[in-house]
């Protein structure tokens, strides 16, 4: 329902809730439940109550026959409410009053040749005409309560999941902390000191954040999307190292649309820069490069670091990048790293190619 | 007046810890400041500061090597971003750390602390030192330089780090006295203190790395002077006044 919507909705007029029914989903999740023992004692208290009220007010020669019409009446309006819990809706509702009609004007017929006494049939009329109405307006506000409860457990529930499925990303996007608040402290100082350098770094650190949180949603990823995210990381890094980090993205066209498991890349060059630019005193440089050929496509980073250490082992997350290269790639893809001989280190992968297209 | 040095790798936090410092600490004098653990040291060495601030990963020297070289001649406060395992063991109350960015009123009360440890009467920190020890071995490390080059002319000499006796720096070079003569090589003696043995070599001056294998004797001049003698040459090195206590009898 749009509230601001200036014309009037006429067919919200007499039921004032949802236009389309629950789906059969949204019932499992929200409405699987009976009611509460507490609704059912309070609606019984209620019905009894009215039906004592009723039956000191009939004329005495009637009371048998009211009495089992006031049965039938409750037995027949239970029945509709509870098809009006398990789904509160519009048709059912409709439905629900048609019947309720339809057994009134029976009823009335019955009356009109069973009781003879003018005096007698009009009092009985009377109340069957006030329980009459009384009970398809509960059901009415049965109806619209049900509904509003519902929506709101659904509602609930989606936020719920939203939130859940936010922090299963920003988890699994391993963004680190160390990268989030060394980049944070020269942001606050560059905002404090109103240097110019704070808006770049802050609309790069959005772009990799922005463009992180998504990486890790599929099982495949075009080579393409992570290198915007790549390209954020490497100017946030920059911003803060200065001149130590110089960089270069050199990705052939034909290599873009390659699908590689995600966050491979970023680990690459986070592993460059990490291992490779900061413990150098003067800095040093990285290069990223893709190529395409014979179905199968190379992605390498490069930097001019110290190298491998003498004794170095790989540690958990090459093994990491190696097990999901497999998983992508089969036998065919693997990962390399080694130390280039004009000094620092080169990091290889490479799989068959496969695009988005055909996937 | 009390002095300061300043040491990241970075400017921004580097900048954002000084103008915390000034704000807080308006008294404090900072007499140098560093963006890596070689300068860092160095600095040290030259200004000898009252107090020392100290990211902890620093090129060249971490922060916590630069601690452990400080060896307690000056409280340490380490910086640090949020995520550095090393936290874990300064939590145990032995270090004062800052996370950063550097929140104002988290620095007064690191400064609190420092003013009590400024104090004459500060209580010993071999405690401090043994912890600082035990962090830089779980410091992922490089293997130690084996070889030096140094041009000399038209050729490239290699010299095996083992058998040089000292290192002496010498306006931008170092020289590099070894068994089978000397040369000069291009790296700052500052930097190449962070490639070498620590076992083999050490530093007894701010200019002088020495190979304790070759060290005959060293020589208390008078208060304050100390000079070391080799074995088979005749010149002697200077130690400066923090490395005195590397030597001190047994």
Known sequence: MNLASKSIDWSQLWYPGRKTPFTREELALAGGDSPSPTLIAVASVNIAFIAFVVLLLAPPAQTGRLTGMLVGLTVAASALAARLWVNPWRKPLLRAMLGLALVMAVMAGLLRYRIPAQSERQAVSMILAACGALVPMLLWFLTLWRAHQLEARLREHNERTKAIEMARRLATAQVEPHFLFNTLASLQHWVQTKDDRAAPLLAALTGYLRATLPLFDRPLLAAGTELQAVRHYLQVMQARLGSRLAWQIDVEPAAEPALLPPGLLLTLVENAIEHGVEPQLRGGHITLTGRMADGVVRFAVSDDGAGLAAGWRQGTGLANIRERLALAGGAAAGFTLNARPEGGCRAEIHLPYRAEATT | ?250
């Open chain 2, 1 to 250: 007046m009390t002095t300061a040095l300043v040491a990241d790798d970075e400017e921004a936090p580097r900048e954002q810890l000084l103008a915390a410092l000034r704000q807080a600490w308006p008294e404090l004098q900072i007499v140098a400041t560093a963006d890596n653990g070689v300068d860092a040291w160095d600095a040290f060495l030259e200004h000898e500061p009252d107090l020392c601030f100290l990211d902890i990963r620093m090129p060249g020297l971490s922060g916590i090597d630069v601690a452990r070289r400080i060896g307690g001649k000056a409280p340490v406060v380490f910086a640090t971003a949020y995520g550095d395992h090393a936290l874990a063991a300064f939590d145990a109350g032995a270090v004062d750390y800052l996370l950063k960015p550097v929140e104002a009123e988290r620095l007064a009360q690191a400064i609190e602390r420092l003013r009590a440890r400024l104090q004459p009467a500060a209580p010993s920190n071999g405690e401090l030192q043994a912890l600082l020890e035990r962090l830089a071995t779980t410091q992922a490390r490089r293997a130690p330089l084996s070889v030096l080059q140094a041009s000399v002319g038209r050729e490239v000499r290699l010299i095996r780090c083992d058998e040089v006796i000292y290192f002496e720096s010498d306006a931008r070079y170092t020289r590099v006295v070894h068994e089978g003569g000397d040369a000069l090589i291009r790296t700052p003696l500052k930097e190449l203190l962070a490639q070498l043995d620590e076992q083999l070599f050490w530093q007894v001056h701010r200019s002088v790395i020495v190979n304790h294998r070759h060290v005959a004797a060293a020589v208390r001049v008078d208060e304050g002077h100390m000079h070391l003698t080799l074995r088979g040459r005749p010149e002697t090195l200077p130690v400066s006044r923090h490395f005195q206590g590397l030597f001190k009898g047994q």
